[in-house]
């Protein structure tokens, strides 16, 4: 069986398939020279978990939960002694199932769990959620446009009672009537005003305030409050035009998200009690609101999930920018409560196990070991498993056990190939678990002011904005590759690799699984159960069995390779035991060994670089810079430089953008001495994607690009790829081949173009200056 990895929640928001969230909480718009208190509830030591200003020396003032006791803890200290709570105190512990009494100049407020007390009463927070929302939107919608991107934001809120929004003779509801006087406000303010302005042809019924929003409810099938035709002058009814716009909103909002998405549609913010719950989404959610007395209920991935996917234009193209593909959340509690919900829906729903060591963390280790591909399978996977746990390093639930530092000082892998990885196995299990440990969703707080990355502020300068410019030319150009392999070298190695690879191999028995239930009456309680049993039945039907031929074998490992169709046959020919290639996964492993052997040919022989005239790389993609995300400063395994890029006064010296991200502590290492190298002219750290050399192994893109002064006139320009504290040995053949590529790409672009640029490899930022003579 092929080792199976899944994508799961957390993977596909690590990776970027959806849109990141951010957090826009009430607490922001509480005035924060009034009291503001929440009791969260009671922890496992009988303390009281509250919410409340506070505010650092030097810093500005913030929510923070803190965890108090009557006996040692002051209400007016933790808050670093803002006046508004110079006469509050505990007036007693916690008890479970009272609520909390805090004295409050001379008073005694009764705080329920998850009551807060605060100037506002609820209707006051429902305002202030919908305000927050409807500023949210239009501050993402211009912000779309602003960037060229032709695509219409939408809002989505979800709501506890639909007579709210909805009135049982058709009127509208609080919340509606709500969303009317506040967007109708916001809208006449000058800066939204000159934007409408700027963007007429895409709201020319922006000001129609009942055009723009719709909602749709469970009720709403039934048709007891869309049929009302008739005019009553007692009692607020739908008139025939009313009627028609409310079902020509929930068609929309229904069956027609083409149509939603159009700017010729005005319909932007939608509301909603239970009926979109199960199965609706639309990828143009940018603003979620959730009006909801339970604060529990936000964090549920079913509501969130309405608007996470990547959105599409009006064009029907779907758009990856991580900038701009951003949810936001307005919550009705602090981004702290919200944050640690959602991360604990995502571990629950994923069923995410901290110290399991699972198949991807096996496959992880594997390849951070420098393991081949073809190295890599099943059966070595279950092997690794099997000898941590004979050594006591993982339990018998796949689970690593604690203080294992000696236990993997002394393994010994039985294994030959996990015995020549050994000292890089032992060292990957301790960094992967370490990773997996810290394995965390980073959400954006919008009540935070947000980290801008831009340009380095010696960009202004003529001679560094020249510098940047040929930087640029350099890297723009376009090739193609070439490469002559012995053949006749590559056919017999490639067959005595799959001989090898098969020689130990054999057709498993094939078995399917079933379950079957039984009842039965228990003697002595009297009680009856019933249970599920496993049976595993052998397939005996030869019809059933899968048989491929020598043509669909070799069709299949074309497609994987590229290879002529000839020499794949002439492999096949040679192959011992042709009956494995029926095994799906033998099948995947002999295309890894034809993998393997091309590849350890491609790298014995020489590659070649053609330019390809007339096609250049974009130079912006090649210099984009890092999103930054305020709360990923100071998170364990988050790798920025500056370290903290919401100081004022923090930005790199000579790199193209101020910020940067990492993916270790020594690419941080590596800036920060290329930053206080006084003859750095400038670096950056190039793009994934941006910059490409196309290879064997598929598109490359080096680590850095480098402008270092030669003799205070002419500048040097450099391409690196770290890999920190790696010696050559250490190298995959993976990494091998691609900086082999790298050499003979930019070998070509020197000589083609007379514009000089070297290639290197660096275990550190003293070996890149040694390599290079510098």
Not at 132 to 160: M, N, P, V
Not at 209 to 219: D, E
Not at 220 to 240: A, F, G, H, S
Not at 591 to 617: C, F, M, Q, T, V
Request: glycine content about 6%; aromatic content about 10%.
């Amino acid at each position: 069986m092929n080792l199976i990895y899944k994508l799961d929640s957390y993977d596909a928001y690590i990776k970027k398939l959806v849109k990141r969230i951010r957090v826009r909480s009430i607490t922001r718009q509480v005035p924060q020279d009034f009291p503001y208190i929440k009791y969260r509830g009671m922890t496992k030591n009988n303390d009281a978990k509250i919410e409340i200003f506070t505010r650092d020396t030097g810093k500005k003032v913030k929510i923070k939960t803190f965890e108090i006791n009557k006996d040692k803890d002051n209400i007016y200290e933790l808050s670093g002694d803002l006046k508004q709570y110079k006469n509050y105190r505990l007036v007693e512990n916690p008890f479970k199932g009272k609520p909390l009494k805090i004295e409050a100049d001379g008073k005694v407020l009764e705080l329920e769990e998850g009551e807060t007390y605060t100037p506002f009463d609820e209707k006051d927070i429902v305002r202030l959620q919908i305000r927050i929302a409807i500023e949210s939107h239009l501050e993402q919608q211009f912000r779309l446009l602003d960037a060229g991107k032709e695509i219409k934001a939408l809002s989505l809120f979800f709501i506890d009672e639909v007579a709210k929004v909805r009135g049982e003779d058709g009127e509208d509801g609080e919340y509606f009537k709500i969303f009317d006087e506040e967007y109708s406000r916001i809208i006449k303010q000058e800066r939204w005003k000159k934007k409408f302005e700027e963007y007429n042809d895409y709201f020319k019924n922006y000001d129609d305030v009942k055009s723009v929003r719709q909602g749709y409810f469970a009720i709403d099938k039934l048709k007891t409050r869309t049929d009302v035709i008739e005019i009553d002058e007692n009692k607020k009814r739908y008139n025939q035009k009313e009627r028609r716009s409310i079902e020509n909103g929930i068609e929309l909002i229904l069956n027609k998200k083409e149509e939603l998405i159009s700017f010729d549609t005005p319909l932007a913010f939608i509301f909603s009690h239970s009926a979109l719950r199960e199965g609706w989404d639309n990828p143009n959610i940018f603003t979620l609101c959730t009006l909801k007395k339970s604060d529990n209920e936000i964090a549920k991935k079913q509501e969130i999930g309405r608007g996470l996917r990547l959105p599409v234009d009006i064009h029907g193209k779907r758009h990856k920018d991580e900038e701009y593909n951003v949810l936001t959340v307005v919550a009705n509690s602090s981004y702290d409560e919200f944050s640690k919900s959602l991360q604990k829906s995502y571990n629950e729903e994923s069923g995410f196990n901290k110290e399991e060591v699972s198949e991807d963390v096996v496959l992880k280790v594997f390849k951070e070991a420098g393991l081949k591909p073809s190295e890599i399978d099943t059966e070595l996977a279950t092997t690794f498993l099997k000898e941590l746990k004979a050594n006591g390093i993982v339990n018998a639930k796949g689970e690593l056990k604690k203080e294992i530092e000696d236990k993997l000082e002394k393994l010994e892998f039985k294994n030959e190939v996990l015995n020549t990885h050994s000292i890089k196995l032992k060292e990957e299990i301790v960094k992967v678990m370490e990773e997996k440990g810290s394995k965390r969703i980073i959400i954006e707080d919008g009540d935070e002011e947000k980290v801008v990355n831009r340009e380095s502020r010696f960009v202004k300068e003529d001679d560094f904005k020249n510098i940047v410019f040929n930087l640029g030319d350099r890297l723009s150009y376009r090739t193609t590759y070439r490469v002559n392999i012995d053949e006749d070298k590559f056919l017999k190695e490639a067959i005595e690799k799959l001989n090898k690879y098969f020689k130990y191999k054999d057709l498993q028995e094939q078995y399917y699984s079933i379950e079957e239930g039984m009842h039965y009456i228990d003697e002595l309680e009297g009680a009856s159960y019933e249970k599920a049993v496993k049976v595993n039945e052998k397939i005996e039907d030869e019809s059933i069995r899968i048989e491929r031929s020598k043509l669909e074998v070799v069709d299949y490992i074309m497609e994987g390779t590229d290879l002529p169709r000839q020499s794949i046959s002439e492999i096949y020919d040679a192959v011992e035991k042709k009956h494995l290639f029926n095994s799906q996964e033998y099948l995947d492993g002999a295309l890894n060994e034809i993998k393997s052997a091309l590849l350890a040919s491609i790298s014995d022989s020489p590659i070649e670089y053609d330019l390809l005239e007339g096609y250049r790389l974009n130079t912006t993609d090649i210099f984009k810079m890092d999103t930054i995300i305020n709360t990923e400063i100071g998170k364990e395994n988050i790798y920025l430089y500056p370290e903290d890029p919401s100081r004022d006064d923090s930005g790199t010296e000579r790199g193209i953008n101020r910020y940067y991200k990492f993916d270790s502590k020594g690419e941080q290492e590596f800036a920060i001495q290329l930053d206080k190298d006084p003859k750095v002219k400038l670096f950056t750290k190039l793009s994934k994607g941006g910059f490409i050399i196309d290879t064997p192994y598929g598109n490359y893109t080096p680590d850095w690009a480098i402008v270092y002064e030669d003799n205070g006139k002419d500048n040097l320009y450099f391409i690196s790829e770290t890999k920190i504290d790696k010696e050559v040995d250490d190298l995959s053949g993976e990494e091998i081949l691609k900086i082999k590529c790298g050499k003979a790409y930019f070998k070509t672009i020197s000589e083609e173009t007379g514009k000089d640029i070297s290639f290197s490899w660096a275990k550190s930022y003293m070996d890149f200056k040694e390599k290079n003579n510098l």
